[in-house]
Structure formats: structure tokens, C-alpha cells
């Protein structure tokens, strides 16, 4: 049996119930995240990010989750992206966490915000310089007529930084979530999953309530 197969037997033999919770959701997701980190669970940090553009069609996409603290959910991305030009426009996002192998999901609300040019550079620095090429390369989310033209790209970005250290591109950084809501979500026997919603009560305190599977 896989890691993740002995895990989600586990979990949905235990379930979820309110007395297991974390008063703070932050912690709650912080006990989920080490468990699935310490699983077999490919890509573990992918999380699926929802954005809306001008006419409230809502779009989705798969990023990397590479900070994850207090102060909520950092990822990383092409500033001229198009979901850096929804969330210019309209900062309402959403995460989904398909932990769907470990019986799991954990859903989130919140609204994105660009962090501090300094903390994207502490970043980039950290990449190899493939991947940092790479974001210099990238007219991402633009058409492009063919491959050979990011292979031109590469090229091009590799003869400007043939020496030294890659600046972080002034297109390229990281944009913070804060949550407004999280939603744990534990498969159980029957479809009769665990569901636990934490919103802010009016004194800005989280609160939880059970949901219907
Ligand atoms: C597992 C996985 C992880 C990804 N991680 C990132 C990421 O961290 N940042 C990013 O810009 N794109 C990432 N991508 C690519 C995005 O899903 C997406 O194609 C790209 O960001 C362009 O999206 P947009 O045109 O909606 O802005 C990832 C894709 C997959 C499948």
C-alpha cells in the first residue's frame, strides 16, 4: 500500500471533528500542509488558483505555493500574466488544494496583493539559473507564432546575463493571499464528507461552522 493510500484509509477512518480543529485556521492548514509535505503526494505544493476577469467569467490555473506563513499564501508569477491583469483588476481570487489522493481538499477565499520588490528578489536569487532565464524568456499568457521563438527568447536572455547574477525581472514577482475563509474538506464513508468553514466573525475573530457534504 502507498503512503498515500495508508493515509487516506487512515483519515477518513478518523475524520474530522471539531474538537481535532485548530481555533485559527492558519494552524489548521499549517497541521494539514506538514502531513501532506511528509507524504508520497506528487506536486504537493500545487494549488489551483481561481481568477475572475471584467466580465466575471472566472479562470483557473495550477501554481506553486512557496511561502506560507501568517501572513498568508505567496506564489509566483509573470506580472503582464493574465492573472496578474484580473487580480490588477479585480484582487477576489480563490485556492483549491486537490489533496484528492489523501481524501482531503482545502478550499480558500481571500484577495491577492503584489509583495515587496525586495521579497520577490530573496526569491528569484534562490532559483536556478534556468528557471530565472526562463522568467526572463517568457512573454507568458502573450501568443506566440511559434516554439522556435522561445527558444530565440532563451537564447537572447542567456547572451544579456552570459555573466554574473540574474536580475529579478521588473515583470516577474510574487503576490500574497489573504484569506477571508478557509474551507477543510475530509472524505468520509457514504459521501458523508467532514466540512469545516472558518469566516471572521464581526470582531475580526475566526470562527468555524460545520458544513453539509
Ligand atoms: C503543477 C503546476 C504548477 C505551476 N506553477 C506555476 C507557478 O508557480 N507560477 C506560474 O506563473 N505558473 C505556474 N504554472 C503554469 C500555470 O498553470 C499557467 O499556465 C500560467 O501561469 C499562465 O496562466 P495565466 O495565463 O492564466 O496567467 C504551473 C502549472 C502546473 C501544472
Do not use: C
Not at 466575471?56 to 492573472?83: A, E, I
Not at 528578489?121 to 506566440?144: C, N
Amino acid at each position: 500500500m502507498s503512503t498515500t493510500d495508508f493515509l487516506r484509509t487512515k483519515y477518513m477512518a478518523t475524520g474530522l471533528a471539531s474538537n481535532d480543529l485548530s481555533p485559527d485556521p492558519y494552524y489548521q492548514f499549517q497541521n494539514w500542509y506538514q502531513e501532506v509535505l511528509a507524504s508520497d503526494l506528487p506536486e504537493p505544493t500545487a494549488m489551483s488558483l481561481a481568477t475572475v476577469d471584467e466580465n466575471g467569467q472566472p479562470w483557473q490555473r495550477m501554481v506553486l505555493l512557496k511561502v506560507y506563513d501568517v501572513n498568508g499564501f505567496v506564489f509566483f508569477t509573470n506580472y503582464t500574466s493574465r492573472k496578474a491583469q484580473h487580480i490588477t483588476k479585480n484582487p477576489n481570487i480563490s485556492l483549491l488544494f486537490p489533496w484528492q489522493a489523501l481524501g482531503r481538499q482545502v478550499k480558500i477565499t481571500g484577495t491577492a496583493t503584489k509583495i515587496s520588490t525586495a521579497e520577490s528578489v530573496r526569491y528569484f536569487t534562490t532559483r536556478p539559473r534556468g528557471s530565472q532565464l526562463g522568467a526572463w524568456a517568457s512573454p507568458q499568457s502573450q501568443v506566440i507564432t511559434n516554439r522556435a521563438l522561445l527558444d530565440t527568447l532563451l537564447e537572447q536572455a542567456m547572451n544579456k546575463f552570459h555573466q554574473g547574477n540574474i536580475p529579478l525581472p521588473d515583470f516577474w514577482g510574487g503576490y500574497r493571499v489573504t484569506p477571508a475563509t478557509f474551507e477543510f474538506w475530509q472524505a468520509r464513508e457514504n459521501r458523508l464528507h467532514d466540512r469545516f468553514l472558518y469566516t471572521k466573525d464581526p470582531e475580526g475573530m475566526w470562527t468555524f461552522s460545520r458544513l453539509g457534504p
